[in-house]
C-alpha cells in the first residue's frame, strides 16, 4: 500500500523549461490537492480537484496546469518554469466531499529554476 | 475565500512546559480544523483535528479548542518533549478546500 507517490522527487530545470509532476494515490480518495511549500510561507493551495473530471483553481495557480486523468493521477505542468516557482512541491489526497478528512501526502519534490 | 492566519511564527519552550499555537479563520462555512506536523525534510503529517460542531478535542498531551463565534482555534501541548519540535500547521476546510496557515516551528529545549 504505497499510499502517495509522486516523482520526481528532484528535478533542476532552466528558465523557461517546462515540466510535469506526476501524482498518484492508491488509497480510492476523491480529492487530490498540489500544494507548494517556501520558507516562511506555509503550504500554498495551487490546484485542486474534488474527483476525477474537475479541477479548481487555489490560492497560487497562475503558472501551472493540472490534469486529473483518472480518479488516481493527478499532475501538475509547469509549461515555461520561472525562478520564482523554485519551491518544495507537495501533492496529497483525502476523501474530500463535506466530509473533508485526513490530508495524505506524498514525499515532495524539490525543484529548482536556474 | 478562506484565509488562516497563524501566530507565533517561532516558539520556544522548556521541556515539560506547555506550548499553545493560535489561529484565525474567516470563511464561516468552513467545517473542519486539522494540525499537521511536519518534521525537518519530512512530509506533514495529520496530529489531530476538530469538526465545527465540537468545541474542544484531546489526544494524550495535545488537545485543540475551537470558537466558531470568533473563528478562532487553538492548538495546545503539555509536557513537551524535544520530539515535539518541529514546525506545525493549522488549516481550516470547506467543501474540497483545504487552505493552511504559515506555520509555527515549535523548538523544545532539555
Known amino acids: 500500500n504505497a499510499g502517495v507517490t509522486q516523482t520526481p522527487k528532484f528535478q533542476v530545470l532552466k528558465t523557461g523549461q517546462s515540466m510535469t509532476l506526476q501524482c498518484a494515490q492508491d488509497?480510492?480518495?476523491?480529492?487530490m490537492y498540489w500544494y507548494r511549500q517556501d520558507p516562511g510561507m506555509g503550504l500554498r493551495l495551487i490546484y485542486y480537484s474534488a474527483s476525477e473530471g474537475t479541477t479548481d483553481k487555489g490560492e497560487v495557480p497562475n503558472g501551472y496546469n493540472v490534469s486529473r486523468l483518472n480518479k488516481r493521477e493527478f499532475s501538475l505542468r509547469l509549461e515555461s518554469a520561472a525562478p520564482s516557482q523554485t519551491s518544495v512541491y507537495f501533492c496529497?489526497?483525502?476523501?474530500?466531499?463535506?466530509?473533508?478528512?485526513?490530508?495524505?501526502f506524498g514525499e515532495g519534490s524539490r525543484l529548482t529554476v536556474l | 475565500g478562506e484565509n488562516v492566519e497563524q501566530h507565533p511564527s517561532t516558539l520556544s519552550v522548556q521541556e515539560g512546559d506547555s506550548a499553545v499555537i493560535k489561529c484565525t479563520y474567516s470563511?464561516?462555512?468552513?467545517?473542519?480544523f486539522p494540525w499537521y506536523k511536519q518534521e525537518l525534510g519530512k512530509r506533514p503529517q495529520l496530529i489531530i483535528d476538530i469538526r465545527s460542531n465540537v468545541g474542544e478535542k484531546k489526544d494524550q498531551r495535545i488537545a485543540v479548542t475551537l470558537n466558531k463565534t470568533a473563528k478562532h482555534f487553538s492548538l495546545h501541548i503539555t509536557e513537551t518533549q524535544p520530539e515535539d519540535s518541529a514546525v506545525y500547521f493549522c488549516a481550516g476546510y470547506n467543501t474540497d478546500k483545504l487552505i493552511f496557515g504559515t506555520g509555527t516551528r515549535l523548538q523544545v529545549f532539555p
Open positions: 470563511d464561516s462555512a468552513s467545517n473542519y
Open positions: 488509497m480510492n480518495h476523491n480529492s
Open positions: 496529497a489526497s483525502s476523501y474530500g466531499g463535506t466530509i473533508g478528512g485526513e490530508l495524505f
